[in-house]
């Protein structure tokens, strides 16, 4: 049970939204965006956030959509895990948020609340970094749209009343070799220790990143870094430079093994985009 | 006809899977009112002071009660636990103040609202430290305890309870063995993690009696405490116990049944719900019992086990609760199933500053097992010897006798057998390390169980069988349903006495004390053995009844008649009988005279010759019966990251006599898979202050479905001679010999001694780094 009062606001539209959170910020409230609700409740219970009052983004339509457009397909932020694993046109999408969660969990988290809530893994975003894709961002202005690689910087850069609506990814896209690892303390359903994303594209391979460091990172200069000539153990020995925070040490797991999941892993990636 | 060997359907189990089966606190009525607990935000701490006022004042408050409100101490065999801490808090969690409020969300809006300031005092996070000459004490008071007798307290340190086993001459036996090998052992506290956490609703009528309704598995326990506790009379109090979503052990003894009759009482006996929330009942409430121990066992050249020395330093947390009979069932069952003449053990219960201990699945025997399985490899190794022959050599016989010299007699299980079904099923000879082709290596382990029920000399049970109009009996026994299938076990046994079909046997589900036959406590693997026992007493009781009246009927001997498949008949002349259905409720004969009246079978069953163990030498005749089995595990480990996947999980287990193979194979499936799962990655993780980190399911991950290996399981059926048509429990069993298979598989694989659980993949990648 959550143990305080809040407002509760359940607009039907972009505009509404903005609008009810400028309002709520002007009276001096600490209102907040949610979707599917999972983090609300869970932390809310146990007294890990508060807020003054919640805007539903639930019955926002363009939030709701899976569409192809010309320029792209497009995914509204709104789409649970679930139903963003059963579009078939983006099997590495698939398989990466299949591993979030559980079943019945995934029924509830959506793309834009993995993405932009609290917890650090994110796990949803790596595909998108990979793919490059678009993100939409609303407003007090109306909506714009960013490379999803400018717009994130340790997480989503988000000003105060904005949320993303959705990320669209371009077609050419659909066949890309993709190679997903993931490794977790026990159970397959926890928290990546690592959650490594791999696609090979005609610039070459590409990694993103999530449990390793406090938040996920896809990064040009590694990219480069691993794509050189060099050797594999030459590649891992000065891959640190690349990776832009420290790894993690938490009641999960050490850094040292996370290091060592890394680079035995990052080596696997290399040799398996090598065979191929 | 035949009832007994087939797999009859649970009786609850169509509303079970429907979910409509209620759980307690699926009822609800608009009198209640809610209790909610403030919880000790240090583990070690002295309360300087705390503030109600602003609980006191908010909407819908009744009452806020705090330590010195409630002059109590709890406790099963220790009383060393007040109600709600009083000057000072021993672990994070600890319950120091509690609301009653119109609503749940009242109830924790004013539990918000109370402020606590605590002390800090120095915080004790393991056996050990408890144990060091300079440790602070948990109980400065424990000489003004009470405590029965089997317990032994040492005042003045850390120590509730000490068991001493001393069997043969342990100089000797050394002296005598040419391979010694000795190591240390250990795993954290941890929880049961019942799917229904703990519940109990408690009023006060306006004569007195007090009605509790609880997730319980001890109903009458509970009545017997209340009176012990708070001196009322027990025939005033009633205690209800549906059906329960897993009991494990956690909801045995007393839970929150006495601390919420005290909310009733504060609010002039109205009716209040007390719920634990996840967190509560993993931390606050009881859990699984920690350990640290060391084995030294020595052996002749050729395996023989000569000697065995043991020290159990169990971490039982603040309060004593199960956890001193624990380490008594442990010291009393201490070598494992393994023919020792030379035993030398003392079982300690040690007071920490960890979240406390009550019984677990398994009651002191997956505990020893671990150490015992564990050193049985390592001297396997040392002797140069298959593990699995080892086992074989030593395993325990009838004409051995136990660690508390007690004679194994012509019921005692077929361990033998065991060891070489599971060796067959788990493909030993096949090899147990294999390295595949893609560099993975595949490894088995093994791990043999035995166990007894730890109970008091004069357990029983009772049983009443009712009947209806068309000659279908209700059965009626004190045995609390907690997932087992019991009730359905006891339906197949009175439906085989009788010769009738199990849908013509119902079941009582709910047990009530005021109205249920008494029954000691559902726990320790004996309702099977137990209640089956008093359901044939009261079968035979019903029988002679109905033989009775129709023997005027027939006008013959009572005892040439027989009855069965719903007559009642005369032996040689199947052919001159009545229909059960209409003697049981009183013969009518054709001009309407009745004779006979209803037959109201009754039966009883307390358990033969037990004693107490002598508390110098642990001599003494403390088991009613001990189930034997044979595990082993098979996993697949990838040697880089010590990742590892369980493949197969084996158990054959000498169950006497199979009643139900279905129920059976779950129960011992679904214990394999929590031992599996406390053994590979539960345990609480403690900061050095002793807060609990993992304190949710966030954090605090069990097995999933689809961790699950393959569960292999077989039967021998050594015959019980006082058991209900030969049975004997297997109810907890199924967990005892799987963490020292589990270990022994990952050990060989490795070839790095695992001795402390649980076995992540990044403890076994640690040690194998510091052992290169």
């Known amino acids: 049970m959550i143990s305080f009062d809040f407002e509760y606001y359940r607009p039907d539209s972009i505009k509404e939204a903005t609008d009810v959170y400028a309002q709520l910020h002007e009276e001096g409230k600490s209102p907040l965006y949610f979707s599917g609700g999972t983090e609300v409740i869970t932390m809310a219970r146990k007294g890990a956030l508060k807020f003054d009052a919640l805007i539903d983004l639930k019955n926002i339509e363009e939030m709701n959509v899976y569409r192809k457009d010309e320029d792209g397909i497009y995914f509204g932020a709104n789409m649970t895990l679930n139903e963003a694993a059963e579009m078939k046109d983006f099997p590495l999408i698939r398989e990466v948020v299949r591993t979030i969660g559980d079943h019945t969990i995934r029924n509830r988290i959506t793309l834009g609340g993995n993405i932009c809530g609290r917890l650090p893994y994110r796990e949803a975003l790596l595909p998108f970094l990979l793919y490059d894709a678009q993100v939409y961002i609303a407003g007090i202005n109306g909506i714009k749209a960013l490379s999803i690689n400018e717009a994130f910087n340790k997480r989503l850069v988000l000003s105060k009343g904005e949320f993303v609506i959705g990320f669209k990814v371009k077609e050419s896209f659909m066949d890309t070799k993709y190679l997903n690892i993931r490794k977790v303390k026990t159970s397959e359903i926890d928290y990546p220790l690592l959650h490594i994303a791999s696609i090979k594209d005609e610039e070459g391979i590409k990694i993103a990143v999530s449990g390793l460091c406090a938040y996920p990172f896809r990064s040009y200069e590694l990219d480069k870094h691993i794509n050189c000539n060099s050797e594999p153990d030459e590649i891992i020995n000065n891959v640190y430079q690349f990776i832009p925070g420290t790894i993690k040490e938490d009641n999960i797991a050490s850094a040292e093994y996370r290091k060592a999941l890394f680079e035995l892993n990052l080596e696997k990636i290399l040799e398996k985009w090598g065979e191929a | 006809m035949g009832s007994i060997g087939i797999s009859a359907v649970r009786k609850e189990a169509k509303d079970k899977v429907a979910g409509r089966l209620k759980y307690l606190n699926d009822y609800n009525s608009p009198d209640l009112l809610y209790g909610a607990l403030k919880t000790s935000t240090f583990a070690h701490g002295r309360i300087k002071s705390i503030d109600i006022s602003e609980a006191l004042k908010m909407p819908g408050v009744r009452a806020v009660l705090t330590g010195k409100d409630l002059p109590y101490r709890f406790g099963i065999y220790l009383g060393d636990k007040p109600p709600l801490a009083i000057e000072k808090v021993r672990y994070y969690g600890e319950p120091v103040a509690a609301v009653v409020a119109d609503s749940q969300r009242e ?13 800090a005092l120095e915080v004790i996070n393991s056996p050990t430290e408890a144990l060091a000459d300079s440790a602070v004490l948990i109980h400065e008071n424990m000489d003004e305890y009470p405590h029965i007798d089997a317990i032994r307290p040492e005042p003045g340190s850390n120590i509730a309870n000490r068991t001493k086993i001393r069997k043969g001459n342990i100089k ?5 063995s040419h391979v010694i090998v000795e190591e240390t052992f250990s795993f954290p506290p941890s929880d049961h993690v019942a799917m229904e956490t703990r519940a109990a609703v408690a009023e006060i009528l306006g004569d007195g009696r007090i009605v509790i309704h609880s997730t319980t598995q001890a109903p009458f326990v509970v009545k017997n405490l209340m009176g012990a506790y708070f001196g ?21 003894g007393m839970q929150l049944e006495g601390l919420v009759y005290l909310l009733s009482k504060a609010v002039g006996g109205k009716k209040v719900k007390l719920v634990n929330t996840r967190e509560q009942d993993m931390i606050t409430s009881p859990g699984h019992i920690g350990l640290e121990a060391k084995a030294r066992i020595g052996a002749s050249k050729e395996g023989e086990l000569m000697a065995a020395e043991l020290l159990f330093m169990f971490d039982s947390g603040a309060y004593a609760d199960y956890a001193v009979n624990i380490s008594r069932a442990a010291a009393i069952g201490c070598t494992g199933p393994y023919r020792v003449p030379n035993v030398w053990c003392d079982s300690l219960c040690v007071y920490t500053n960890h979240p406390f201990a009550t019984a677990y699945r ?3 025997h997956i505990e020893l097992a671990f150490v015992i399985e564990r050193t049985m490899d390592i001297l396997a190794d040392k002797l140069n010897m298959d593990s699995m022959e080892l086992r074989m050599k030593n395993a325990i016989c009838k004409g051995d006798t136990t660690p508390t010299q007690s004679l194994l007699d012509s019921n005692t299980g077929d361990l033998k057998a065991c060891i070489k079904r599971t060796a067959e099923m788990i493909g030993w000879q096949e090899g147990s390390r294999v390295v595949t082709e893609d ?3 595949r490894a088995k382990g093994f791990g043999c169980l035995w166990k007894a029920p730890a109970m008091p000399t004069n357990t029983d049970a009772g049983a009443i069988i009712t009947f209806n109009e068309d000659g279908s009996i209700n ?7 907690i997932g087992q299938g019991i009730k359905t076990g006891f339906a197949q046994i009175a439906a085989e006495k009788f010769g009738i079909d199990v849908e013509q046997v119902h079941v009582i589900m709910d047990v009530n004390t005021s109205i249920s036959p008494h029954d000691w406590a559902t726990a320790a693997s004996r309702g099977l ?9 009261a079968c035979e009781d019903a029988i002679s009844q109905i033989k009775h009246t129709a023997s005027q009927v027939l006008r013959c001997p009572e005892e040439d008649l027989h009855v069965w498949g719903g007559r009642v008949f005369i032996k040689e002349e199947e052919h001159i009988g009545l229909l059960v259905k209409d003697v049981a409720l009183g013969y009518v004969y054709p001009d309407g005279n009745a004779i006979g009246g209803q037959v109201i079978g009754r039966g009883k069953y307390i358990s033969r010759r037990l004693t107490g163990i002598d508390p110098d030498t642990g001599k003494g005749n403390p088991a009613l019966e001990w189930t034997l089995g044979a595990q082993a595990v098979e996993l697949e480990l990838d040697p880089t990251d010590c990742s590892y996947r369980i493949i197969k999980a084996a158990c054959t287990m000498d169950v006497g006599k199979l009643i139900n193979p279905a129920m059976a194979r779950g129960q011992i499936a679904g214990g394999m898979a929590m031992a599996l799962s406390f053994a590979r990655q539960e345990g609480f993780e403690f900061n050095d202050r002793g807060h609990v980190i993992n304190r949710d399911l966030r954090s605090y991950k069990t097995l999933r479905i689809g961790d699950a290996p393959e569960y292999l399981v077989d039967y021998v059926e050594t015959p019980q001679g006082d058991g209900p048509y030969g049975a004997r429990g297997l109810g907890e ?15 060989r694989a490795l070839g790095v001694p695992f001795n402390h659980l649980p076995l992540t993949p990044e403890s076994l990648w640690k040690k194998r780094r510091d052992n290169r």
């Open chain 2, 172 to 176: 000797e036996g050394f002296e005598k």
């Open chain 2, 232 to 252: 009322v009379d027990p025939g005033k109090v009633t205690v209800i116990a549906h059906a329960i979503g897993g009991g494990y052990g956690g909801k045995a």
């Open chain 2, 439 to 441: 560099g993975k290596i």
């Open chain 2, 475 to 481: 059965v009626h026994c004190g045995v609390v349903e």
């Open chain 2, 362 to 364: 398994g009651f002191g």
């Open chain 2, 529 to 537: 053995m137990m209640g089956g026992r008093a359901i044939l007493s």
């Open chain 2, 733 to 747: 069993q199924g967990v005892i010999g799987i963490p020292g298979a589990l270990a022994n598989a990952l050990s």
């Open chain 2, 107 to 119: 109830a924790d809006e004013a539990v918000e609202a109370i402020k606590v300031e605590y002390e």
